[in-house]
């Protein structure tokens, strides 16, 4: 069974504090995404990434880095928290190239984030 | 720039009658549109996608969903709904192969009894 999991599904922090989430994927996939979501607002990009050691940025990038050293894993990264990324945050992965549409993203559970 | 309009919010349906969830996008070439269900505290997971061929699409859990190019509509049905059925829907639009999807903003699905 497919599989993107994430390292926490509850997390609290305080306001300052240098935070990381991270994303693990066992599909062999190219392509790995950050998304945060918020009632009301939907899903938004935060920041994307192709291949080992490449990043793009998403819609909604401030505030925010990744690192992506290995295939499988994609972390997000919060310098310095703040209340407002008091959120969701899913990760998901995909196949890169092939028919355009086929390359479903396979989400993870999501890790709910507070920060105070 | 393309985009995703899901114009209802919330839905209530009684269990055992039909559904249907409104997805309009804006996108100048072909799109590539999914539907993806999120239940209570969960994860994503695909429902169907489209993006070729037959305009209806079947999906899983007795979903299916009808591209029409014309009024750039991509709703998602079911003939009967069942009380588990309860959970957010996100219609999506997919660009060139292999890029972020574009979410619309989820509608929640209330089944009554």
């Known amino acids: 069974d497919v599989k993107v999991t994430q390292s926490s599904r509850y997390l609290v922090k305080r306001t300052g504090e240098k935070v990381f989430l991270e994303c693990v994927q066992d599909?062999?996939?190219?392509?790995m995404f950050w998304y945060r979501q918020d009632p009301g607002l939907g899903l938004r990009l935060i920041y994307f990434s192709y291949d080992v050691k490449m990043k793009e940025k998403g819609d909604i990038p401030e505030g925010y880095s990744v690192s992506r050293e290995k295939k499988e894993r994609f972390s997000l990264i919060l310098e310095s928290a703040s209340t407002n990324q008091t959120s969701m945050y899913l990760c998901a992965s995909s196949h890169h190239g092939g028919l355009a549409g086929s390359n479903e993203q396979f989400f993870g559970p999501g890790t709910r984030l507070t920060v105070l | 720039a393309q985009s995703v309009t899901q114009p209802d919010i919330h839905i209530t349906v009684s269990e055992g009658a039909s559904l249907e969830l409104r997805c309009n996008y804006s996108y100048g070439a072909t799109p590539y549109l999914f539907w993806y269900v999120q239940s209570p505290g969960q994860g994503l997971q695909l429902l169907l996608k489209y993006f070729s061929g037959d305009t209806l699409v079947q999906g899983i859990k007795g979903f299916e969903a009808e591209f029409k190019r014309s009024q750039s509509s991509f709703n998602l049905r079911k003939p009967s709904v069942h009380w588990s059925d309860a959970a957010e829907y996100f219609c999506?639009?997919?660009?060139?192969?292999?890029?972020?999807?574009?979410f619309g903003k989820g509608t929640t699905l209330s089944v009554s009894s």
């Open positions: 999506a639009v997919e660009g060139q192969a292999g890029t972020a999807l574009i």
């Open positions: 599909m062999d996939h190219e392509n």
